[in-house]
């Protein structure tokens, strides 16, 4: 499966996450795409919703958010209103973060959204963790026959499976499920990544992070597990502030999150039991068989005057009991590697 020009599952995919971290300036986003790219990040993501799109303006209890999240005493209108990145932005963002050769995409919301972001051709749609019930929306953007990206924050085992069979209905195979916490920030305990090799297992799909938790632990140990995606919220500078400024990463935080990752890869490597040139080097200071005392030609070797010890150029250790108590055909003087023609 490719994402534009990225091959997905060759290395990981490093998404920032711009959300609500703009300040409704759009040359601070464009400094924060650039800020990303030069913090290694792969693709930016940005949210295409309006307040009236996603939901509606109301003050009773329902519509106002509570339970102990960052935004309590909202309304979510008032929430949204805050948070939109401008439609009329997006086209302008997206030829400034192929100008800097990053992936631009974003999540919609509503088919509107979707069918708006299709004139863009972006090349993957993302779906919201709370989208996820939505199987209408997921099945028509699935429709538009590019990759779908889906995070699983409040999802059940039942909900995934719906969500990715609105996928299949629409013809669309190119399914990422990204394993998320939705808590903002989540608790590192609440992070559960060895979900992320069963969900590859259950579903038969690639899956990622969409991570909120406080620093960079939690994505590298993901990468671990066979992530393919990460996807973490960045801000240029949190005196930016705003709705989402408390769990993103500045840029050298995510600079370091980036370098993590990479080397969690190569350390991951592959699976590989080759003799390589350093292996062969280092046996050189293996152990091995040994006189550690003068022998005369006639003694007995025993577990005294012979011992395994480094380096390596005797006979291996396994061969010790197959020798004590045999004879020395010749004089050993101390320090002599113990060798076949010693004996016989």
């Keep these: 499966m490719r994402i534009a020009n990225f091959h997905i599952g060759e290395r990981v995919l490093i998404v920032a996450e711009i959300s609500a971290n703009h300040g409704h300036n759009i040359n601070i986003a464009k400094d924060t795409f650039k800020a990303a790219k030069e913090a290694g990040a792969d693709a930016v993501k940005i949210q295409t919703y309006t307040a009236d799109t996603l939901t509606i303006k109301c003050d009773s209890e329902r519509f106002r958010l509570g339970g102990g999240t960052l935004w309590d005493g909202r309304t979510l209108y008032d929430l949204y209103s805050e948070a939109y990145t401008p439609w009329?932005?997006?086209?302008?963002?997206?030829?400034?973060?192929?100008?800097?050769?990053?992936?631009?995409?974003?999540?919609?919301?509503?088919?509107?959204?979707?069918?708006?972001?299709?004139?863009l051709n972006v090349p993957a749609y993302k779906i919201a963790s709370f989208e996820i019930t939505d199987t209408p929306l997921i099945e028509y953007v699935?429709?538009?026959?590019?990759?779908?990206?889906?995070?699983?924050?409040?999802?059940?085992?039942?909900?995934?499976?719906?969500?990715?069979?609105?996928?299949?209905?629409?013809?669309?195979?190119?399914?990422?499920?990204?394993?998320?916490?939705?808590?903002?920030?989540?608790?590192?305990?609440?992070?559960?990544?060895?979900?992320?090799?069963?969900?590859?297992?259950?579903?038969?799909?690639?899956?990622?992070?969409?991570?909120?938790?406080?620093?960079?632990?939690?994505?590298?140990?993901?990468?671990?597990?066979?992530?393919?995606?990460?996807?973490?919220?960045?801000?240029?500078?949190?005196?930016?502030?705003?709705?989402?400024?408390?769990?993103?990463?500045?840029?050298?935080?995510?600079?370091?999150m980036v370098k993590a990752v990479r080397e969690a890869e190569k350390a991951l490597g592959k699976i590989s039991y080759d003799m390589t040139e350093n292996k062969r080097k280092?046996?050189?200071?293996?152990r091995s068989l040994f006189a550690v005392e003068d022998i005369k030609a006639g003694d007995l070797l025993t577990g005294k005057n012979i011992r395994s010890i480094r380096p390596a150029g005797g006979l291996p250790p396994k061969y010790l009991s197959d020798i004590i108590n045999k004879p020395a055909v010749r004089g050993i003087k101390k320090g002599t590697p113990i060798t076949w023609d010693i004996l016989y």
């Excluded at 996928?167 to 989540?186: D, E, F, V, W």
């Excluded at 280092?282 to 293996?286: D, T």
Aim: aromatic letters at 6%.
């Design 88 to 119: 009329e932005w997006q086209k302008e963002l997206q030829a400034c973060a192929h100008e800097l050769g990053l992936i631009f995409f974003s999540t919609p919301f509503d088919k509107t959204a979707a069918d708006f972001l299709e004139n």
């Design 142 to 256: 699935a429709a538009k026959g590019k990759p779908v990206i889906i995070s699983t924050g409040i999802a059940t085992l039942a909900d995934i499976e719906e969500a990715a069979n609105a996928c299949i209905r629409a013809g669309n195979h190119q399914i990422i499920l990204l394993k998320c916490t939705s808590s903002y920030p989540a608790p590192i305990e609440e992070a559960n990544l060895k979900t992320i090799p069963n969900m590859r297992e259950t579903f038969g799909v690639e899956v990622g992070l969409s991570d909120h938790t406080l620093g960079i632990t939690v994505p590298v140990v993901s990468v671990a597990l066979g992530a393919a995606v990460i996807e973490k919220h960045f801000i240029l500078d949190k005196a930016i502030g705003g709705p989402d400024a408390e769990f993103s990463l500045d840029a050298a935080e995510f600079r370091s």
């Design 282 to 286: 280092n046996r050189l200071l293996g």
